[in-house]
């Protein structure tokens, strides 16, 4: 516990959940004496002993909010790690009372955007500063180096840049990643796509597996050793990574692998949901975002799955389908360009997302940028981003991921083993929601021609929607109904 004597904080950091704590023996670490406040007081001191033992880092902890405020230096800057929405607005007002003016509060939780926006306004009206911070990495990410994505005062940013820079992962060719992503809840609005591609990631991947493992055979062995091989090339990425890892997990309650125990029913917290409300609110197309949310929601329903299991088993449909020859390494080469160039689909669909909302809000969002400073420390770090970059690079204004010329030739190439994969899995009764819809979004974006005519005809003809002509401007109405019983006569 810090004395009445201690040296004045460079900064605070309220909520010592594992993120917080993480994140404070981060800053620590890296020479910046941090105080450090939980309203359970055991988490205080929990982390008080975590930094004795990590090193006797600079760390202090305060039982008391007034105690904690007034032991950082001033301009105070006090990041919080608390759980989004009521939460954030109790703390808030638990440390606010003792702030000062020109102070900065930093929310570095799954926040939704424009509850950022709203505390942002409140704070100017105390004369405070304030930020919407996304922090993404997990509990290895927050301690040892995460990419962080602030948003909101670019003046409470600069206040703390130099504290961020050293304590974001570092990647050697492109530097640490942070930076200052921009206005309003720009951070947490990133942030929050960040995660909708993460949850179209882990789809993805979970459907080569299921592939895999149910038409392949593969075993728990031979799926560590393909996926650990893959992570060597061009799907080189965190979640890969940790993929290969989990295979070789043994179960230490019973024989077997660990990952054939764990019930098939995923969770959730929110910020993939509110993906794809925004992508509904904004007329974009995200449909492998969307497909890994649904997917979400159909794994919840166990009880259901059971059940409707028996009805069709019993109706001879079932996931013997599954059992046909198959060329095993062929099949895994497929796999892993359907996997990649299902992947360019989701990650341009979250980018397409983004620049819509930057639009919307005039946020001058630079994609290349988020890119960048999601190749390290992040959930979806991947090499594939360094890929991503240079394409915005190359043009700022690019439309679509998939026109870009090297990710367009990438498509082309892997097309063929894309659609033998997706063949595959329908003729063998596996759901691939994530690379069927991904395939679905490549084919429809690349046709010039769709059958919305025939769409926008019925819109026409039962609600007088009018409709536009191929071969010339204006707006048309034609009585359909009327035409169509001449016909009948």
Same mark, same amino acid.
């Not at 960048?372 to 700022?396: E, H």
């Given at each position: ?62 039982? +008391? ?15 919080? /790690? ?6 954030? +607005? ?23 955007? *424009? ?5 942002? $306004?409140?704070?100017? +009206? ?33 206040? @703390?840049?130099? @504290? ?39 789809? /993805? ?44 997990? =043994? ?39 969307? $497909? ?17 299991? =028996? ?7 079932? +996931? ?69 970059? =240079? ?21 082309? *190439?892997?097309?063929? $083993? ?7 899995? @329908? ?24 059958? $919305? ?37």
């Amino acid at each position: 516990m810090a004395g009445e004597g201690q040296n004045l904080t460079r900064i605070g950091l309220a909520g010592l959940a594992v993120m917080g704590q993480n994140l404070a023996l981060n800053i620590a670490e890296k020479g910046f004496p941090i105080s450090v406040y939980n309203r359970s007081t055991n988490k205080v001191d929990e982390t008080v002993e975590r930094a004795k033992a990590e090193g006797d880092l600079p760390l202090f902890g305060f039982h +008391d909010p007034e105690a904690f405020v007034q032991s950082i230096q001033k301009p105070r800057v006090i990041i919080m /790690l608390v759980k989004a929405g009521a939460p954030v +607005d109790d703390t808030i007002k638990t440390l606010s009372v003792y702030m000062e003016k020109g102070d900065c509060i930093i929310d570095g939780g799954n926040e939704w955007y *424009e509850n950022t926006e709203r505390r942002a $306004a409140a704070m100017v +009206d105390l004369g405070l500063q304030y930020l919407g911070m996304g922090v993404s990495g997990g509990e290895e990410g927050a301690r040892h180096g995460p990419s962080l994505m602030p948003g909101g005062s670019f003046e409470a940013y600069k206040s @703390i840049e130099d @504290i961020l820079l050293k304590v974001a992962a570092q990647v050697p060719d492109s530097g640490p990643c942070v930076t200052y992503i921009g206005e309003g809840g720009s951070g947490n609005f990133v942030k929050m796509v960040h995660n909708g591609i993460e949850y179209g990631d882990m789809q /993805l991947i979970s459907e080569a597996y299921d592939v895999l493992r149910t038409v392949g055979k593969l075993s728990n062995e031979e799926l560590h050793e393909v996926f650990a091989e893959w992570n060597k090339g061009e799907l080189l990425s965190f979640l890969v990574e940790i993929t290969a890892d989990i295979f070789t997990i =043994k179960d230490d309650k019973a024989d077997g692998y660990l990952v054939d125990k764990v019930l098939d029913k995923t969770g959730m917290k929110g910020t993939g949901k509110w993906t794809v409300q925004q992508a509904a609110d904004l007329s974009v197309a995200a449909p492998t975002i969307a $497909a890994s949310l649904d997917s979400r929601f159909l794994s919840g329903m166990k009880s259901e799955r059971i059940e409707a299991s =028996k009805i069709f088993q019993a109706g001879g449909v079932s +996931d013997t389908f599954a059992d046909q020859a198959v060329d095993k390494q062929k099949l895994i080469d497929d796999v892993r360009q359907a996997l990649y160039a299902s992947k360019i689909c989701s990650y341009a669909q979250g980018m397409n997302l983004i620049r819509a909302k930057s639009t919307e809000k005039g946020w001058d969002l630079k994609l290349g940028e988020l890119a960048r400073i999601w190749k390290g420390g992040c959930i979806i770090r991947a090499v594939f981003l360094d890929r991503i970059k =240079k394409a915005y690079d190359r043009n700022s204004e690019l439309a679509n991921l998939l026109v870009d010329p090297e990710f367009a030739k990438e498509i082309v *190439e892997r097309q063929s $083993a894309w659609r033998r994969v997706v063949c595959l899995a @329908i003729n063998s009764g596996i759901s691939t929601p994530g690379m069927s819809v991904s395939l679905a979004y490549f084919d429809t974006y690349r046709r010039e021609s769709l059958p $919305a005519n025939l769409v926008q005809a019925q819109r026409d003809y039962f609600g007088a929607h009018t409709y536009e002509r191929v071969d010339g401007p204006g707006a048309f109405h034609t009585e359909w109904y009327k035409l169509a019983n001449q016909l009948k006569m």
